[in-house]
């Protein structure tokens, strides 16, 4: 009986997971985070955490409540998801503990327990219960797109970032050795120039602290241009990841597409499942109207009729 709905339990938390109940409890951990998120923002007001300071307890007590409950189940099923399959139970549910949704699981509900144990200011925790709006990139097809580009280009992004923080130590020790007699408050130190090349080198340029010597003025000069390109060098980076994570997904559902059309037509299974993949991949209706069109114009002369809209085929 027990593993019969740890299974369960299993597969409504799972990515496959495709059924009414499923999405009901999906939208519902949406609502109730959103509502946490804005529950917080407005406890920050003073005159409205006065008036209502009860309720918002009782709201965060309640939220807590299902948060937990929420984190022990998926580790309780977690020996039942298929990536866990083969290791023992506790190894299953230690790799899931460190998995990276598994802790942001965990940070939606540790201030409040620290409140409850810790003496620390309540400023800080309500920050820090701020992050879990962070819980949404379950839920949200776009942005775990997002997390796996990261993820794909990480080693792209740490030697980006890694040619970044070797020119922020030579912009700041160099325009430390222009600057540090002419303003020693601002450039006395090179931790103090830091502050300078940050600025500069992520194109901000804040204005508090500027180099006035003719050299320290040109080599600030070479160090703003140097930080234009050292900035989209990311975002390229990202867009290049963006755009062929993309692609690849809609290639598979292309691929699913074809499977499911063997027999000229879409049954209401095939439908049921396109539209789950979709989900899952985080495609819009644009990339599959896309995908389909495409699909059409390559095999016209194999169908009489479009898949989706069942219109016939010019």
Known sequence: MLNQLRKKIAYLSSDEADSSLSKVVDYSLILLISLNVLAVILESIPSFDMEYHNSLLVFEIFSVLIFSIEYFLRIWSAVDLKEYQGLTPAKARLRYILSPMAIIDLLAIIPFYLMIFINFD??????????????????????????????????????????????????????YLFEHQAQPKAFGTIPDAMWWAMATLTTVGYGDVVPITPFGKLFGGFITIIGVGMVALPAGILASGFSDLVHRRRTLYSSHLEQALNDGALSPEDETEL?????????SNQDIEDVTHAYLQKNQGALTQCPHCDKPLL
């Open 122 to 175: 309540l400023r800080f925790l309500r920050i820090l219960r701020l992050l879990r709006i962070f819980k949404l990139t379950r839920y949200s097809g776009a942005m775990n797109l997002v997390l796996n580009v990261f993820k794909e280009e990480a080693g792209a992004f740490f030697a980006a970032f890694f040619v970044l923080l070797l020119l922020l130590i030579l912009a700041s020790s160099g325009i």
């Open 275 to 283: 539209e789950a993949l979709r989900e899952k991949l985080g495609l």
